[in-house]
């Protein structure tokens, strides 16, 4: 059974349509009506307007067309493309541009400055430090597990 409680202004007509069906819809409470739920299709969507069935609010597609409900279409970005300053989009891919040195007036007290390896922005080959024998054959990459691996190759190496 659904739950359906109508719009104050709307009791009448779904009281109407609910005594004219075959057994008739009965009441719940002093103002809500159990529809089964092979009939809540059926029911009017003028009358559902404002409704809450099972305790949510109702809403029709009728409704979004007379209130002018706004759709993913008919948005325009709130900044344009234009609009923005020319600052350059962050790339961090292979072959992006290094990144560039922060000035010292931005770098607080107690900020601590990486090792040289790190702040030169050399590769660092995540699981080179892996000993298990385990290594990709088409790059070289070590794994502590053979499924690791596999799992690699197939994401990866995969043959299109």
């Given amino acids: 059974m659904i739950h359906v409680q109508p719009a ?10 609910a005594v004219a069906q075959t057994p008739k819809i009965r009441t719940v409470g002093p ?10 299709a059926e029911v009017p969507e003028a009358v559902l307007i404002g409704s809450r069935v099972d305790g949510h609010r109702y809403v029709s597609p009728l409704e979004d067309e007379l209130t002018g409900v706004a759709r993913a279409e008919s948005f325009t970005p709130a900044l344009a493309a234009e609009a923005l300053p020319d600052v350059p989009a962050p790339s961090f891919g292979p072959g992006s541009p290094p990144l560039t040195e ?10 601590v ?6 702040a030169a922005g050399e590769d660092h080959q995540q699981g080179s430090d892996v000993a298990g024998g385990f290594d990709c054959p088409d790059c070289g990459r070590p794994f502590k597990s053979e499924r690791g691996r596999d799992t690699h190759r197939r994401q990866v190496h995969s043959e299109g």
């Fill in 31 to 40: 103002s809500t009506f159990a529809v089964p739920s092979v009939l809540f």
């Fill in 102 to 111: 922060v000035p010292a007036s931005s770098v607080g007290s107690d900020s």
């Fill in 113 to 118: 400055s990486l090792p040289e390896s790190e």
């Fill in 8 to 17: 104050a202004e709307q009791r009448q007509p779904f009281a109407a349509w």
